[in-house]
């Protein structure tokens, strides 16, 4: 009778304990419980920790509650001003309520991978090529926006959404290094412009000074010579002002050839040789 009692105790605590294995689960810190009971979903979802459930009866389906990074694969579309480009970018969202992550969409990780391509694909046709590599600021949150709206319904939240890389066809590299160099060649040409019109207003400012005093002009001739010469060259390149060769041209005397006579010799009679002037 003892040995009988015995063994359905330990039949009972045996079939309590694999009761227990069957039933006992864990939920991870950053992992939310979703149990379905026949079928039907339980309001209460299981927060982490040690929880039980009816082996057999209920099923206890796990959801991620960390932000999940997940790259969007990059998109080849025509930009509003007939570009053709390759845009890539990454998408950041997280689970917000597990039930409806479960219940409302089959895979809602693949959802929010299809409809980050889509959105992209729209987001290359609405916008130029400049705006895609200027103003991705504005994109990111156009994006985000167009992403977020159904994945609410669905339970999740879009964190946020950057552009990766845009890809141009080498042409339009080509045509753009080409643009942006002739760009930068104008600007050169008027910064250097202005820098002679600068000099040209200084010049002339000196010039009017230095007739003012004809000293001045004599001392910076000096001081071209002095600078000419530490340079320890064996030859000296001395200016000369064009007024002095005006001056020498209009105020010097001017030469008058005279046409010189010379004698000539003739032989007389008898052999004498007679001089006339």
């Known amino acids: 009778m003892v040995e009988e009692l015995v063994a ?37 979802v299981r927060g982490p920790g040690f929880t039980m459930i009816v082996p057999g009866v ?3 389906r796990k959801v991620n509650m960390q932000i999940v990074t997940m790259p969007i694969p990059a998109q080849e579309g025509i930009t509003r001003d007939n570009v053709t480009v ?52 504005k994109l990111n949150q156009g994006l985000e926006l167009m992403i977020d709206s159904p994945a609410v ?19 339009m590299k080509r045509s753009m290094a080409r643009q942006a160099e002739a760009d930068r060649e104008r600007r050169a040409r008027v910064i250097n412009a202005d820098a002679e019109l600068q000099a040209s207003k200084k010049l002339a400012e000196a010039a009017h000074q230095m007739a003012d005093t004809p000293a001045a002009l004599q001392l910076r001739l000096l001081q071209t010579v002095m600078a000419v010469a530490a340079e320890k060259n064996s030859t000296l390149v001395l200016p000369i002002p064009v007024e002095l060769l005006r001056f020498l041209e209009k105020g010097g005397p001017v030469a008058q050839e005279v046409p010189s006579r010379e004698p000539r010799l003739e032989s007389g009679p008898g052999g004498a040789i007679s001089r006339q002037e």
């Open 153 to 171: 319904e669905w339970g999740v939240t879009i964190d946020r959404v950057e552009i990766k890389d845009v890809s141009l066809p080498e042409t």
């Open 86 to 137: 390759r845009v890539d970018a990454v998408v950041y969202f997280k689970v917000t309520a597990p039930a409806e992550a479960v219940v409302r969409v089959e895979d809602y990780r693949f959802a929010v991978s299809q409809m980050a391509q889509t959105s992209l694909r729209s987001i290359i046709g609405k916008s130029e090529l400049d705006d895609l590599l200027s103003s991705r600021e």
């Open 8 to 44: 359905a105790g330990v039949t009972l605590a045996s079939a309590g304990l694999v009761y227990v294995a069957a039933a006992a689960r864990v939920v991870k810190q950053y992992e939310r419980g979703v149990v379905f009971r026949l079928g039907k979903l339980r309001p209460q």
């Open 58 to 60: 209920d099923k206890l």
